[in-house]
C-alpha cells in the first residue's frame, strides 16, 4: 500500500483551496477509505499551525488542524535519528532543513511518496519519490 507523506505546502495548498488543493483531497479521501497511508511530519504539522495562525490568525489555526486531526493523518515526530537523516538530506541535496524532514519520510520507504508544492525539494527527488502539486 502507497504511504503519501505529506509536506506543509501540500497541506496548505489544500487548505486554501490553491493549485493541487484537489489532488491532496483525493489522497485524503483515499486514506479515509483504507486504500492508501497518509502521514506528515511532526514538523510540517508545526509549520502549518504557524503560516496558518499567522495569516488568518489563532481560531482559524486551531480550526484546520482540528479538521486535519479528524482525518487521522499520522503525525510523525522528528526524533533525533530523524532530524540527523534529514540534516544529511539538507546537505547533501542543498535544500531547505524543514523539507528535508518531507525527503527524509519519502525516502523511508519505497512505497512512500512526498507530497509537495515546494520546487526547492527538486534535488531531493533523486534519493526519494516526489509528486510535485501544479505551481500557482
Known amino acids: ?14 487548505l486554501d483551496d490553491e493549485a493541487g488543493s484537489d489532488r491532496v483531497a483525493e489522497i485524503i479521501k483515499s486514506h479515509l477509505g483504507g486504500n492508501c ?8 504539522w508545526g509549520e502549518i499551525a504557524g503560516v496558518t495562525c499567522k495569516t488568518h490568525g489563532r481560531s482559524a ?16 515526530p522528528a ?6 537523516r534529514a540534516s544529511l538530506i539538507k546537505l547533501k541535496r542543498k535544500i531547505p532543513y524543514v523539507d528535508a524532514f518531507g525527503a527524509e519520510l519519502s ?14 525539494l527538486k534535488p531531493a527527488s533523486k534519493d526519494a519519490k516526489i509528486e510535485f502539486l501544479p505551481s500557482k
Not at 2 to 14: K, Q
Not at 113 to 119: E, I, K, Y
Open 79 to 84: 526524533t533525533a535519528e530523524r532530524a540527523v
Open 37 to 44: 497511508k497518509a502521514i506528515i511530519s511532526a514538523v510540517h
Open 107 to 120: 525516502a523511508d520507504s519505497a512505497d512512500h511518496v512526498l507530497v509537495t508544492a515546494d520546487f526547492d
Open 1 to 14: 500500500m502507497v504511504t503519501y507523506a505529506l509536506d506543509a505546502s501540500a497541506v496548505l495548498r489544500y
Open 61 to 76: 489555526m486551531d480550526l484546520a488542524l482540528s479538521r486535519l486531526e479528524a482525518f487521522g493523518l499520522e503525525i510523525v
